[in-house]
């Protein structure tokens, strides 16, 4: 038997304040057809075109596997 449990247990806290942004460029995010060619497992994507962001990410994953 095996039991998988999945487990998002997130508390993130941030703050961003008083920040400028002058003459900034941004940019393209782009996933291309062959971007997770032989990926394998759990992994995060996180994307971002603009100036003067607080991105958080937080994933827990607990998987028990019992006879």
């Given amino acids: 038997m095996i039991d998988i449990t999945t487990v998002v247990n997130s508390n993130l806290e941030a703050n961003l304040s008083?920040?400028?942004a002058n003459n900034n460029v941004t940019g393209f995010n782009i996933i291309d057809k062959g971007s997770f060619t032989?990926?394998?497992g759990v992994f995060s994507i996180i994307q971002n075109t603009g100036n003067n962001v607080?991105?958080?990410d937080s994933?827990?994953?607990?998987?028990?596997i019992s006879p």
């Fill in 59 to 64: 994933t827990i994953i607990n998987v028990t």
């Fill in 38 to 40: 032989e990926a394998s």
């Fill in 54 to 56: 607080l991105i958080q």
């Fill in 18 to 20: 008083n920040n400028t």
